[in-house]
Every structure is written in structure tokens, then in C-alpha cells.
């Protein structure tokens, strides 16, 4: 393990790390492989997968695992154990795997909102249930980061539903946080504003034009890494239960 205070991570410093294969996820998994971590990095797409492979600098500490995080809720949390086995115990989970949908409510029925909560709710609450055994997790010193979102917390006409699964992500983190403290594992949550992906390019027809009315410029998925990969680092050693916003001042402005 790095030391206190550091940003830096080692080799024996594993990351399980969902959404590795697309936008957010995959910056992290590049940024905390750059930084010296072991990046365990979960998709569907084993081909975008490989892609993040390809831009990691150190890429023999990178290992793809394919998985369709909402096929066996149930059982999610078991497949940790099964990662920790191939790969050893993990010190970092990141959930940056989920989707967004925007429509007016109207058009958003409870079947529409099961999928939006399968994987940004479900799926991060059974990672985190899988991850917290203590078979599965480095202990003291380990730490989680859910990805939430701006829409949990500011007004979001179209993504009604979409906001509340984020605001629940919130939720878990905080909670999570009050019950592990004693076994010195963090967990929190980064809030991004609207960043270029493919997810954001394929929901927002306009979304140069948004993401041109941020005070500090457009945000990039490296802005959300760095965040990620600081909360998961030791160097955020006293810092749980947080919601940290990374918006480009768009909640303040
Ligand atoms: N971009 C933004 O502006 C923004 C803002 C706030 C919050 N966020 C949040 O940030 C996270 C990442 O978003 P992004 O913009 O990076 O989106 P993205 O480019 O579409 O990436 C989404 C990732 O989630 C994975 N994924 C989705 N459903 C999955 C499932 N059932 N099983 C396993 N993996 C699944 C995808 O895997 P495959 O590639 O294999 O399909 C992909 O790696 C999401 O939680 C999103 O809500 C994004």
C-alpha cells in the first residue's frame, strides 16, 4: 500500500472497476493503472475492453473481466469473490458502470425505472456487499467510490428517474460509509456534471452546446478520474461519506 498522504498506488493496490470498457470508467481505469494500481476492469463489450487495454501505460496490471453486471443480481455479489480469487484481495472498488435515459416522465413507466436502477442502484449496493466481506477486501485502508451524478442533487427536467437512482447512490454511499468506519474502509461518491461520452453523445442532441454553458469550460472524463482515483487513494485517507461534486462550477455558478 502507498503511504499516507499519497497519491501514488502499487501493484498489490487492486481496483475493481466497473464501466472500464467506455467514457468515465474506462479514464479511471487508465489514470489509476498510470498511477500504479492493478485494474480489475469489468464490461460487457470485450472488445472496448481490450481498447482500454490498449491506452493503459502498464498494461500487464490490467485484467478485462466480461459481465453483464444486471443478469444475476442475486449472485452479483458473489461474482466479487470470484474476481478476488483470480486476482487477490481488492483495496478499491469504483462503480462507474450505469445509464441514463432522458425523457419526460410521462414517457418513464416503472419498467423503464427497474433499468435504471438494476445497474446504477442494485448492481453498485451488490458490488459493495461483495466487496465489504472481509474475504474479498484489503481492510483497513480500502475504500469505495460509487459514481452519482449532478442530476442527484439540481434540477433535471427528462431525468426524472435517472436522478432518483443517483440520489440513492448518494444515499448508499452515506450509509455504507456510517457502518464501515470502524474497520477503516471508506466509501463516497463523486457527482459529475454533464462530461462528452458515449453515453452523453447518444441522450443529449445538443450536447456541445450544454456542455459550453459550464463556468469553467466543457469537462472532460479525466476531470471525474483524478476525483475517483484521489477518494480511492490514501491521500483521502480521512474522507468518508462525502458527495463530492465535479461540475466545472455549473452548481454554483
Ligand atoms: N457522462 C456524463 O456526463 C455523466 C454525468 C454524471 C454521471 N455519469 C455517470 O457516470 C457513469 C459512466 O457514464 P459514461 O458517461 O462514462 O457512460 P458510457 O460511456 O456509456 O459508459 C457506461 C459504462 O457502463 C457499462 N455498463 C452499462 N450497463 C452495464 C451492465 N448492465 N453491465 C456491465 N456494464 C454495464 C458499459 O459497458 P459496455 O461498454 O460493455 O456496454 C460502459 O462501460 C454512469 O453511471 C453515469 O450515470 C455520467
Known amino acids: 500500500m502507498a503511504a499516507v498522504g499519497d497519491l501514488a498506488f502499487t501493484a498489490e493496490d487492486r481496483v475493481l472497476l466497473t464501466g472500464a470498457s467506455s467514457g468515465l470508467g474506462q479514464a479511471a481505469a487508465v489514470l489509476l493503472n498510470r498511477l500504479g494500481a492493478t485494474v480489475i476492469g469489468v464490461g460487457r463489450d470485450v472488445d472496448r475492453l481490450a481498447a482500454t487495454k490498449a491506452l493503459c501505460p502498464h498494461p500487464e496490471r490490467f485484467f478485462p473481466e466480461r459481465c453483464d453486471l444486471t443478469e444475476n443480481l442475486d449472485d452479483l455479489s458473489s461474482q466479487v469473490a470470484v474476481w478476488r480469487k483470480s486476482h487477490g484481495k481488492l483495496a478499491g472498488l469504483l462503480h462507474a458502470a450505469g445509464i441514463v435515459t432522458v425523457l419526460p416522465a410521462a414517457l418513464q413507466g416503472a419498467a423503464e425505472m427497474r433499468e435504471l436502477f438494476d445497474i446504477n442502484v442494485f448492481a453498485a449496493y451488490q458490488l459493495a456487499r461483495g466487496f ?69 453523445q447518444r441522450q443529449y442532441a445538443n450536447l456541445d452546446a450544454l456542455a459550453q454553458t459550464y463556468p469553467l469550460g466543457p469537462g472532460r472524463p479525466e476531470d ?19 458527495n463530492l461534486v465535479v461540475d466545472g462550477g455549473r452548481s454554483v455558478a
Open 132 to 200: 465489504l466481506d472481509r474475504r474479498n477486501n484489503r481492510g483497513e485502508g480500502s475504500a469505495i467510490v460509487f459514481v452519482a451524478s449532478l442530476a442527484a442533487l439540481c434540477e433535471s427536467s427528462g431525468t426524472t428517474a435517472y436522478a432518483a437512482s443517483k440520489g440513492a447512490v448518494v444515499s448508499l454511499a452515506r450509509s455504507l460509509a456510517c457502518e464501515y468506519a470502524r474497520q477503516k474502509i471508506r466509501v463516497n461518491s463523486v457527482s459529475p456534471g454533464l462530461v462528452p461520452t458515449p453515453m452523453t
Open 224 to 242: 471525474i478520474a483524478a476525483a475517483a482515483a484521489f477518494l480511492l487513494s490514501p491521500a483521502a485517507r480521512w474522507i468518508t461519506g462525502q
